[in-house]
């Protein structure tokens, strides 16, 4: 069973509000994704890290949304101003390396309204 | 482009019949192929993984799946489900192509085990 820790479970946001949530990756995992799924169970990649370093993300967190990896600290993904369509449930993934498999946290589901 | 999918948005089954969730994928390569469960709010918990080798791969609770390069599938079975397998199933493709190595998923598939 992982053991990707996501904290809140739950966010509720008025439109405008920021919203930040938090990701703990499994002990000894260097490597996070973070994965946007909507009510229609689609996926979106929205950014992955190697340590504190960016690897690749998306055009829609260039914009809204910016993300952390800080040293010693939890990972963190932030929509500074949220919208409705921003509703959803964020996963966070950890891997030991970039290609290995990726395991999943329980998510935190964001409702905008 | 890759993609993955899942022809049946919904299966239901009675409790200890046996089971197959289909799975096509699109790419030229050699593919990583996943299939994850994600059970009533919660997140995405992984039921086993092919990467080569054997088609036939083996994960938790007694399911298994097979890769067919021919047919660019890798469906999931089991051999008698147990209501607890409730749950919506997720395929995914893991490609590493210009050193992208996000999964993409297909659209899931609720199933339902009657008891």
């Known amino acids: 069973n992982s053991k990707v820790i996501q904290t809140p479970r739950y966010l509720v946001k008025g439109q405008g509000q920021k919203a930040k949530m938090r990701c703990i990756p499994e002990?000894?995992?260097?490597?996070v994704f973070w994965y946007q799924q909507n009510k229609n169970n689609e996926f979106k990649f929205l950014i992955n890290f190697q340590n504190q370093e960016v690897l690749q993300q998306i055009d829609m967190t260039e914009k809204r949304f910016s993300a952390e990896c800080p040293s010693n600290s939890p990972c963190s993904l932030e929509i500074q101003s949220s919208e409705a369509g921003d509703s959803a449930l964020y996963l966070c993934?950890?891997?030991?390396?970039?290609?290995?498999?990726?395991?999943f946290g329980p998510g935190t589901r964001l409702l905008v309204l | 482009a890759q993609s993955v999918t899942q022809p049946d948005a919904r299966v239901t089954v009675s409790e200890g019949a046996s089971l197959q969730l289909r799975c096509k994928y699109s790419y030229s390569g050699t593919p990583y192929l996943f299939w994850y469960v994600q059970y009533p709010r919660q997140g995405l918990q992984l039921l086993l993984k092919?990467?080569?080798?054997?088609?036939v791969v083996q994960g938790v609770n007694g399911f298994e799946a097979e890769f067919s390069k021919s047919n660019s599938s890798f469906h999931l079975r089991k051999a008698s489900v147990h209501w607890s397998d409730s749950a919506v199933y997720f395929c995914?493709?893991?490609?590493?192509?210009?050193?992208?190595?996000?999964?993409?998923f297909g659209s899931g598939t609720q199933l339902t085990v009657m008891p």
């Open positions: 002990k000894g995992h260097p490597v």
């Open positions: 092919y990467y080569s080798g054997d088609p």
């Open positions: 993934a950890s891997s030991l390396y970039i290609q290995d498999t990726q395991y």
């Open positions: 995914a493709l893991k490609t590493g192509s210009s050193g992208s190595w996000q999964l993409i």
